[in-house]
């Protein structure tokens, strides 16, 4: 297992813009596939972004291709998602996870990926 902790959450007004962070720990960090997921009150978790291990592809849901960027760092063990042009919508307890089976393939269904963070909560105002 590795452990995730993400950071960078936070309060903001509608067109704002917001850096995730995601830090692991572990030295195998650079051979998974990493994601990063939301969970609005009342809804399931869904899909945001997902990254190669070399970051060489990178994958997003419709509602934020355009406005998110997922990166990461492998010297650092860390992943990002930057967040920009935020609206009410994306507020949700935003989460990161990692794909344990060593895949090149970047897989948007939750049941893919092994390790979860405990989240950081996003609120977006109108």
């Known amino acids: 297992q590795v452990q995730l902790v993400e950071s960078g959450g936070g309060l903001v007004q509608a067109g704002d813009s917001l850096r995730l962070s995601c830090a692991a720990s572990?030295?195998?960090?650079?051979?998974?596939?990493m994601g990063w997921f939301r969970q609005a009150p009342g809804k399931g978790r869904e899909f945001v972004a997902g990254?190669?291990?070399?970051?060489?592809?990178?994958y997003y849901a419709d509602s934020v291709k355009g406005r998110a960027t997922i990166s990461r760092d492998n010297a650092k063990n860390t992943v990002y998602l930057q967040m920009n042009s935020l609206k009410p919508e994306d507020t949700a307890i935003y989460y990161c996870?990692?794909?344990?089976?060593?895949?090149?393939?970047?897989?948007?269904?939750?049941?893919?990926?092994?390790?979860w963070g405990q989240g950081t909560q996003v609120t977006v105002s109108s």
């Open positions: 996870a990692a794909d344990l089976d060593r895949t090149r393939v970047v897989h948007t269904g939750v049941n893919e990926y092994d390790s």
């Open positions: 572990g030295r195998t960090f650079s051979q998974y596939v």
């Open positions: 990254i190669s291990w070399n970051g060489g592809s990178t």
